[in-house]
């Protein structure tokens, strides 16, 4: 197959005719392939590669390393505290090797000549307290001590701490009860998204009506006491208040015209709210899918951070001029760091990336199956497809961020890197260049969720499916536009009406609650609990919502509803061109089924 080529690719749109004077038969042509091929193997290949390519750094580094140098310190003579260090067999560091076992805290001082000396010591002296191993001196504790009292927040971590110990099982109770109001916006979404949209739009409405209306009033009054001499001319904010009225009153008349413009695909976001509450009841397993996708996301984050305190610790030996030992970071050290980054971005974008493609698999199939009693096992069979079929194309999606994301960090190091140098115009071009990165990653994301639902469909490599998706956005642009403008927001809204939720009735249990200092701890923590598991459940949604509308249109693209009759339900066929012609030839068929 190759990298622009397609099984399926997609048949010039059936104009709608009549049955009677055609004499064709009533069949769809068949949307969703069944029988296909492995799609782009050589991106799956190379991400293996970069697997066994990480593997042997890894290796190299653990042989130049020791993770006990990070964690614990090492002294003068690269003796690690706290540990048994293997001694070198170069002469030149002969110091090294000693037991440090009882010695387990690292002590840093300064000469009177400057020089940062390192050692182990038994315990920390009494101007010294232990962090993380390290004895650092109580003049830094002093200073974030008289902070901290200056801002009342003496012993503020202690009684937080304490009051999370005292409130884990409401934090445990709240965390349920985000859990069920978020199922519970996702049946809302389904029967009672109109109302949320409508009053999204009437406040918007409204507000900016309010707000140019009083502006306008603003500007009166500056107006009428600057004329009346009562606030000098210099002083008056009458140009400014004009300025900002003329501004707002420019911005409703557009948000006016676009509501009035795209109220019917507005209408149509509605609709697909709908539709992916009906996919959602016929196909639970979709709401563990962010589950385990997270759950892997969280290994894979432990991952990287154990293997790059491996790479921080490893370095050759060398003894600098003040004759103290330490290790230095060749090409391949460096070069383990940078790859160790592209490997973990690499990585979270293929886990999230399949389970976008279980998604839309299974949302492809349901969508395109017409008796949808007879649909089983869709999520299971989605992710044998994945398994089987199309790992490569997730792997070329993952690949192609994961790389755009690398030179992102490697700008931004630049950047951290050019900070001692007063340089506005480098500093200005690489501020443009990270926001153009960052504005093309975000489109390239966008692009590439909806290739994987063009492969879904038509098991299309990716290259492929991101041209039919384009194809497909492009040629209903409006529609996108809604679905991401309007469709976003009242998402956003549903992550913010269970955070809400949830924080009135950890206020309810708090009160109930005795011995708490500071409530609104265990209170904000679980708002933030809230938001991750609201964000768990609404991103499955908005994925949902995008494999339906990719289908919508590629059904509206492959069928006329009347010689070939779509497989798009009675409230999606509202939005086609010969919806009434559609809906009549479809009452005609007796055993036809949504």
Same mark, same amino acid.
């Given at each position: 197959?190759?990298?622009?080529?397609?099984?399926?690719?997609?048949?010039?749109?059936?104009?709608?005719?009549?049955?009677?004077?055609?004499?064709?038969?009533?069949?769809?042509?068949?949307?969703?392939?069944?029988?296909?091929?492995?799609?782009?193997?050589?991106?799956?290949?190379?991400?293996?590669?970069?697997?066994?390519?990480?593997?042997?750094?890894?290796?190299?580094?653990?042989?130049?390393?020791?993770?006990?140098?990070?964690?614990?310190?090492?002294?003068?003579?690269?003796?690690?505290?706290?540990?048994?260090?293997?001694?070198?067999?170069?002469?030149?560091?002969?110091?090294?090797?000693?037991?440090?076992?009882?010695?387990?805290?690292?002590?840093?001082?300064?000469?009177?000549?400057?020089?940062?000396?390192?050692?182990?010591?038994?315990?920390?002296?009494?101007?010294?307290?232990?962090?993380?191993?390290?004895?650092?001196?109580?003049?830094?504790?002093?200073?974030?001590?008289?902070?901290?009292?200056?801002?009342?927040?003496?012993?503020?971590?202690?009684?937080?701490?304490?009051?999370?110990?005292?409130?884990?099982?409401?934090?445990?109770?709240?965390?349920?009860?985000?859990?069920?109001?978020?199922?519970?916006?996702?049946?809302?979404?389904?029967?009672?998204?109109?109302?949320?949209?409508?009053?999204?739009?009437?406040?918007?409405?409204?507000?900016?009506?309010?707000?140019?209306?009083?502006?306008?009033?603003?500007?009166?009054?500056?107006?009428?006491?600057?004329?009346?001499?009562?606030?000098?001319?210099?002083?008056?904010?009458?140009?400014?208040?004009?300025?900002?009225?003329?501004?707002?009153?420019?911005?409703?008349?557009?948000?006016?015209?676009?509501?009035?413009?795209?109220?019917?695909?507005?209408?149509?976001?509605?609709?697909?709210?709908?539709?992916?509450?009906?996919?959602?009841?016929?196909?639970?397993?979709?709401?563990?899918?962010?589950?385990?996708?997270?759950?892997?996301?969280?290994?894979?984050?432990?991952?990287?951070?154990?293997?790059?305190?491996?790479?921080?610790?490893?370095?050759?030996?060398?003894?600098?001029?003040?004759?103290?030992?330490?290790?230095?970071?060749?090409?391949?050290?460096?070069?383990?760091?940078?790859?160790?980054?592209?490997?973990?971005?690499?990585?979270?974008?293929?886990?999230?990336?399949?389970?976008?493609?279980?998604?839309?698999?299974?949302?492809?199939?349901?969508?395109?199956?017409?008796?949808?009693?007879?649909?089983?096992?869709?999520?299971?069979?989605?992710?044998?497809?994945?398994?089987?079929?199309?790992?490569?194309?997730?792997?070329?999606?993952?690949?192609?961020?994961?790389?755009?994301?690398?030179?992102?960090?490697?700008?931004?190091?630049?950047?951290?890197?050019?900070?001692?140098?007063?340089?506005?115009?480098?500093?200005?071009?690489?501020?443009?260049?990270?926001?153009?990165?960052?504005?093309?990653?975000?489109?390239?994301?966008?692009?590439?969720?909806?290739?994987?639902?063009?492969?879904? *469909?038509?098991?299309?490599?990716?290259? @492929?499916? =991101?041209?039919?998706? !384009?194809?497909?956005? %492009?040629?209903?642009? /409006? &529609?996108?536009?809604?679905?991401?403008?309007?469709?976003?927001?009242?998402?956003?809204?549903?992550?913010?009406?269970?955070?809400?939720?949830?924080?009135?009735?950890?206020?309810?249990?708090?009160?109930?609650?005795?011995?708490?200092?500071?409530?609104?701890?265990?209170?904000?923590?679980?708002?933030?609990?809230?938001?991750?598991?609201?964000?768990?459940?609404?991103?499955?949604?908005?994925?949902?919502?995008?494999?339906?509308?990719?289908?919508?249109?590629?059904?509206?693209?492959?069928?006329?509803? *009347?010689?070939?009759?779509?497989?798009? @339900?009675? =409230?999606?066929?509202? !939005?086609?061109?010969? %919806?009434?012609?559609? /809906? &009549?030839?479809?009452?005609?068929?007796?055993?036809?089924?949504?």
């Amino acid at each position: 197959m190759g990298c622009c080529g397609c099984s399926d690719e997609p048949s010039s749109k059936v104009e709608p005719g009549t049955l009677d004077h055609e004499g064709m038969s009533r069949h769809s042509e068949q949307i969703f392939v069944t029988h296909r091929s492995c799609t782009d193997i050589l991106p799956v290949l190379l991400l293996i590669g970069l697997t066994i390519g990480f593997g042997f750094l890894v290796t190299n580094v653990v042989k130049k390393g020791d993770i006990y140098r990070v964690i614990n310190g090492y002294d003068d003579c690269a003796n690690v505290c706290g540990r048994v260090t293997e001694p070198e067999t170069n002469p030149e560091y002969s110091c090294k090797g000693a037991d440090k076992t009882k010695e387990r805290y690292l002590l840093m001082t300064l000469d009177v000549k400057g020089v940062k000396s390192r050692q182990c010591v038994v315990n920390c002296t009494d101007d010294h307290f232990v962090f993380l191993n390290r004895c650092i001196s109580k003049q830094v504790h002093e200073t974030a001590t008289s902070i901290i009292r200056k801002l009342g927040l003496e012993n503020f971590y202690k009684e937080a701490s304490r009051d999370l110990g005292v409130a884990w099982r409401e934090l445990v109770y709240l965390l349920l009860i985000a859990l069920a109001f978020s199922l519970g916006i996702l049946i809302a979404f389904r029967y009672m998204v109109q109302w949320v949209v409508y009053i999204i739009l009437l406040g918007a409405i409204l507000a900016c009506i309010g707000c140019s209306s009083y502006l306008w009033l603003a500007w009166y009054n500056e107006r009428k006491a600057v004329a009346a001499h009562e606030v000098p001319e210099e002083d008056s904010s009458e140009q400014a208040y004009l300025i900002y009225a003329i501004t707002l009153t420019v911005v409703t008349v557009i948000t006016l015209l676009i509501v009035l413009v795209m109220r019917k695909r507005i209408a149509l976001v509605m609709q697909l709210f709908r539709e992916a509450g009906k996919a959602v009841y016929a196909m639970p397993a979709l709401l563990l899918q962010p589950i385990y996708t997270y759950l892997l996301i969280g290994l894979t984050v432990c991952a990287w951070v154990y293997c790059m305190l491996w790479i921080e610790s490893a370095g050759n030996i060398y003894k600098n001029r003040k004759g103290h030992i330490h290790f230095r970071k060749d090409a391949l050290v460096i070069v383990s760091r940078w790859y160790n980054v592209f490997f973990f971005f690499v990585t979270c974008e293929f886990l999230l990336g399949c389970q976008h493609m279980v998604v839309a698999l299974a949302v492809a199939r349901w969508f395109f199956t017409r008796d949808k009693k007879h649909l089983s096992l869709a999520v299971t069979r989605g992710f044998g497809y994945l398994m089987r079929f199309h790992l490569g194309t997730v792997a070329f999606g993952a690949l192609v961020i994961g790389i755009v994301r690398l030179i992102r960090s490697m700008i931004a190091f630049v950047q951290k890197q050019l900070k001692r140098y007063d340089n506005d115009v480098v500093r200005c071009l690489l501020c443009s260049c990270q926001c153009c990165l960052w504005c093309f990653e975000c489109a390239l994301k966008f692009l590439t969720r909806n290739a994987y639902i063009e492969t879904a *469909i038509y098991g299309c490599n990716f290259c @492929s499916g =991101g041209r039919k998706a !384009f194809h497909a956005l %492009s040629s209903n642009i /409006l &529609r996108v536009a809604a679905i991401n403008s309007v469709g976003d927001f009242v998402l956003f809204l549903g992550k913010v009406i269970v955070v809400t939720l949830t924080v009135v009735s950890g206020i309810y249990l708090m009160q109930k609650k005795e011995g708490l200092n500071y409530p609104w701890v265990p209170i904000a923590l679980a708002g933030v609990f809230a938001f991750l598991v609201a964000h768990c459940f609404i991103s499955i949604y908005e994925m949902i919502i995008d494999s339906i509308f990719i289908c919508f249109c590629e059904d509206y693209e492959k069928n006329d509803g *009347i010689n070939r009759p779509y497989y798009m @339900s009675r =409230g999606l066929m509202e !939005f086609v061109e010969n %919806s009434k012609k559609a /809906l &009549r030839y479809l009452d005609q068929e007796p055993h036809h089924t949504q």
